[in-house]
């Protein structure tokens, strides 16, 4: 005869993460690391395009408490399996505070993120992967959000083309945007924009014509790290939509074992 499994109700089973702590050590953060669930995301061309996220969603935890109930946060994730935007994102980040009745609250949601890019030639379509992260924190009533994207592109060194006579080094990039916005933006505005202030931008598929094309455009626009940089910055600062950002370029250089970076980080008054 098999025994039947009895099973308690909630109310009667021992809630261990909420008993007392005497050892009187607040934690800063504490959660869910590296979780995949599938989102829904805006996209300006298509409406939205689903995607995998990877969501890292963290509160503090009080001195007096031994420890947070971490099956929340997947209760949370499962309930907004719908488009998210920066919106959303914020609602999401102000729930999770409330329901794990914390003070504060972090949630990072990483996503690859395609557009289809039409090659400049040949014009063939091809799908191009971007890496995003929307960023929350929550502390008390006040809420920020930030939209970290980062741009794969060309870039040509201005002292190789200068000093020598057959051709100039170039490399590929990765340019980081971390941005806050007080409006919309449309993660494609972001991206265009940084890609029209670098020597060439990338593509998924090129023909010989296209190869030609973007060799030739590279070398008629040649910069340094701290060129690009520059650039995006003062595109940035005249987009009255940003409040903040960060620009970082790092060119993985292809005559050294090292790579070339800069930064720069600015709020708007």
Same mark, same amino acid.
């Given at each position: 005869?098999?025994?039947?499994?009895?099973?308690?109700?909630?109310?009667?089973?021992?809630?261990?993460?909420?008993?007392?702590?005497?050892?009187? +050590?607040?934690?800063?953060?504490?959660?869910?690391?590296?979780?995949?669930?599938?989102?829904?995301? *805006?996209?300006?061309?298509?409406?939205?395009? =689903?995607?995998?996220?990877?969501?890292? +969603?963290?509160?503090?935890?009080?001195?007096?408490?031994?420890?947070?109930?971490?099956?929340? /946060?997947?209760?949370?994730?499962?309930?907004?399996?719908?488009?998210?935007?920066?919106? =959303?994102?914020?609602? +999401?980040?102000?729930?999770?505070?409330?329901?794990?009745?914390?003070?504060?609250?972090?949630?990072? +949601?990483?996503?690859?993120?395609?557009?289809?890019?039409?090659?400049?030639?040949?014009?063939?379509?091809?799908?191009?992967?971007?890496?995003?992260?929307?960023?929350?924190?929550?502390?008390?009533?006040?809420?920020?959000?930030?939209?970290? %994207?980062?741009?794969?592109?060309?870039?040509?060194?201005?002292?190789?083309?200068?000093?020598?006579?057959?051709?100039?080094?170039?490399?590929?990039?990765?340019?980081?945007?971390?941005?806050?916005?007080?409006?919309?933006?449309?993660?494609?505005?972001?991206?265009?924009?940084?890609?029209?202030?670098?020597?060439?931008?990338?593509?998924?598929?090129? *023909?010989?014509?296209?190869?030609?094309?973007?060799?030739? *455009?590279?070398?008629?626009?040649?910069? /340094?790290?701290?060129?690009?940089?520059?650039?995006?910055?003062?595109?940035?600062?005249?987009?009255?939509?940003?409040?903040?950002?960060?620009?970082?370029?790092?060119? /993985?250089?292809?005559?050294?074992?090292?790579?070339?970076?800069?930064? %720069?980080?600015?709020? *708007?008054?």
């Amino acid at each position: 005869m098999v025994q039947q499994a009895t099973y308690t109700a909630d109310s009667q089973i021992a809630d261990v993460q909420n008993s007392a702590d005497t050892r009187r +050590m607040p934690i800063n953060k504490v959660g869910i690391k590296d979780v995949r669930h599938p989102v829904r995301v *805006k996209d300006r061309s298509e409406g939205e395009q =689903s995607t995998i996220a990877h969501f890292n +969603m963290y509160v503090n935890l009080p001195h007096n408490y031994k420890g947070t109930h971490m099956s929340r /946060f997947i209760e949370i994730l499962n309930t907004h399996e719908r488009e998210i935007s920066v919106t =959303s994102f914020g609602g +999401m980040l102000k729930e999770m505070v409330e329901r794990l009745e914390a003070e504060s609250g972090h949630i990072e +949601m990483t996503f690859p993120y395609f557009i289809n890019k039409q090659a400049p030639v040949s014009k063939v379509k091809s799908l191009l992967d971007y890496e995003v992260t929307l960023i929350g924190e929550r502390h008390g009533d006040v809420s920020t959000t930030l939209i970290k %994207i980062v741009v794969p592109a060309t870039s040509l060194c201005p002292c190789s083309k200068k000093i020598s006579e057959r051709g100039a080094h170039n490399q590929r990039s990765h340019i980081t945007v971390t941005l806050r916005t007080k409006d919309f933006v449309w993660i494609e505005e972001i991206i265009e924009l940084v890609e029209q202030e670098v020597s060439c931008e990338l593509y998924g598929l090129l *023909k010989r014509p296209d190869e030609k094309f973007v060799t030739e *455009k590279a070398y008629d626009n040649p910069k /340094f790290v701290e060129d690009i940089v520059r650039d995006i910055a003062l595109r940035f600062n005249q987009d009255e939509r940003i409040t903040s950002y960060v620009v970082e370029s790092e060119n /993985f250089e292809s005559i050294h074992n090292h790579s070339a970076y800069a930064l %720069i980080e600015h709020t *708007k008054e």
